[in-house]
Structures are given as C-alpha cells and as structure tokens.
C-alpha cells in the first residue's frame, strides 16, 4: 500500500511531479499550472473535512476537463490521469473508480512512466495484496505497542543544528519530544506553531523537543521551487539550517543515520511524534500533533512530575 500512501502524500502534503520530466529550473507547463491549482482547491476542502464526491464536483470536474483537454499521451498528461484516480482512490475511497481510471491510465498511457507505477498500485488493490498489508499492518502496530515501556531505539546523527548532539544516547536524563517530519511535509510545517508554543511552555524544565529527519535529496521551502541536493548531504544541511531560520523553528533538529520513516519507532506517516521519559523509555509514540487529544504538554508535565524534576515556571 506504499504505492497508495505516496499520491496522497502528494494531496496532502503538497504536490510535486512523480515522474520528473520537468526539470528543476523550469516554469510549470500550462498543464501543471492548471493542475497544481485544481490539486490546491482539493487540499483546501480536505483541510476543512470536505471530502465527498458531492463537495468535490467541480473539482473532478475540472479534472475530467484537463483530461480531455491535453490528450497527447506525455508522460505530463499521465500525471493529471494518476493524480484524478488518485483522488477516486485515496480521497473520495472509491476504489472501483480508482481502478477504473488506473487501468485507462495503463491502456492508453503505454510507454509513459508512470505505467508501471499504475500497475503495482493495482496489483496493491487484488485481495491477496490487502491480506498481506493487513497483516503487515497488524504487525507494526504490535511493535509499537511493544515499544511502551522498553528503551528507545538508538537513533545516530549524521548532523544537528544542536552543536555537539550525535546520538539520542546524548540527551538521556531529560524529557525528550522526538519530532519525525521533512521539509516537503506540509502537516509537519503547519504544527510548527504548535510546536513553538510547547518549546516556549517547557523553558527552563529539562525537556528537549527534537526535530529528527533524514536526507531526501531536496530541500522544501526555502526557495519558491524545491531546491535538489542528491548526493550533496553539506548542501541538504546547510539549507535545511537556512529553513529553520525563516520558519522560525526554535527547537534544534537532527539528520538521523535512520530514515525519517523509521521503522524501530513504527513511523508510517509524518509528522509522527514519540515522547520519551528520562531513563531512555518510550512513553508515547505515534502522537500526531493535530490531534488535541495528543495533550503533549500534559504528557510531558506527568513525566516531568514523576521524575521529580523542575516543572515550568507558570
């Protein structure tokens, strides 16, 4: 179900081109213009909880109407077509439409890129493919389970904004918020204010809270399109420090050795937050920072109190 997860990481968190035919320094075609903003309209609906076919409409009629109006078969125009059955897919979860619109896609997109991606999507769909995700999902959510209560997994930095910090072993004797996200995380960036206030409420008390992420070969956010840096992780560090700066992120972060989506935590989505106590245990993990009910300062504050340590002036 990776497959599935990636295109509505695309919805979510922002979009970006799948098959990378436009290149870094060049304008939007017409096409991706036309699409980037129909993308916009969904993630706006989607943020407010409009998610039905009724209240999305017009936007699959629009999407229907770019279909229609770039029929050339570029691997261009097969993103519209993978982006529209994404949306049956992942947004509406009409999977019947989905597979409809992804089977057109194979049928009248041969020799595009994105063909063989159509095809392990619907081979993800087949009954025996959602037996097996079960049961993969089943087993991570047993591990992290198994994870309350036992020592953190180490996690080793290959840089940090935090002058001296190389391992999570650095920070043990304190109460510490590990933050998984990524710079082209669009949840992740929109609890950046969440986070912000949590840091200023802990001043003083010995709680770290630590963004933790890993290279991706591109930089989000600094500049108005994404910046690469494959194969250059001085140049990832170096803009990822220039990113805090301009969202104002008062809290150090890390590069892990680990990917973001590190599976010793169970991290299948971002922004993923796991808390750890003092003596090096999970306490909490899996908290997403939208969720109210995630409480982290009133988590924190009970680690704090059990451990008999300095709570935050009031």
């Known amino acids: 179900m990776k497959y599935l997860r990636s295109f509505l990481a695309a919805l979510v968190c922002g979009f970006a081109l799948q098959t990378g035919a436009v290149a870094q320094d060049a304008a939007p075609s017409p096409a991706m213009v036309e699409m980037q903003a129909i993308v916009a309209k969904i993630q706006t609906k989607m943020r407010t909880g409009q998610v039905t076919a009724?209240?999305?409409?017009p936007e699959i009629a629009e999407f229907d109407a770019?279909?229609?109006?770039y029929p050339e078969k570029t691997d261009e125009n097969a993103n519209i077509a993978m982006m529209r059955a994404m949306l049956y897919l992942q947004v509406l979860d009409d999977?019947?439409?989905?597979?409809?619109?992804?089977?057109a896609l194979v049928r009248d997109y041969a020799g595009t890129k994105l063909v063989a991606q159509a095809e392990r999507i619907l081979q993800s769909l087949t009954p025996e493919a959602k037996a097996a995700a079960r049961a993969e999902a089943e087993a991570e959510a047993a591990k992290a389970a198994a994870l309350i209560g036992a020592p953190a997994p180490a996690l080793d930095f290959d840089w940090s904004s935090e002058p001296g910090l190389k391992s999570l072993a650095d920070l043990k004797g304190k109460?510490?918020?590990?933050d998984f996200?990524?710079?082209?995380?669009?949840?992740?960036?929109?609890?950046?204010?969440?986070?912000?206030e949590e840091v200023a409420h802990f001043a003083g008390s010995p709680v770290v809270v630590l963004g933790v992420t890993s290279l991706q070969g591109r930089v989000h956010g600094v500049e108005a399109r994404p910046i690469e840096t494959k194969d250059d992780a001085a140049k990832e560090y170096a803009l990822t420090a220039e990113f805090m700066k301009l969202k104002e992120m008062t809290w150090p972060v890390a590069f892990s050795q680990q990917q973001v989506f590190n599976?010793?935590?169970?991290?299948?989505?971002?922004?993923?937050l796991t808390i750890?106590?003092?003596d090096g245990t999970v306490r909490h993990n899996g908290l997403n920072p939208h969720d109210p009910e995630a409480d982290v300062v009133g988590k924190v504050t009970a680690i704090l109190k059990e451990f008999g340590l300095p709570l935050p002036k009031e």
């Open 276 to 278: 750890l106590a003092p």
């Open 54 to 57: 009724a209240t999305l409409a």
């Open 95 to 103: 999977e019947e439409t989905g597979k409809t619109l992804l089977q």
């Open 175 to 178: 109460v510490v918020v590990l």
């Open 66 to 69: 770019l279909v229609a109006k």
């Open 263 to 272: 599976p010793d935590y169970a991290v299948r989505g971002i922004p993923h």
């Open 181 to 196: 996200w990524a710079t082209w995380c669009g949840p992740c960036i929109r609890a950046f204010p969440k986070i912000r």
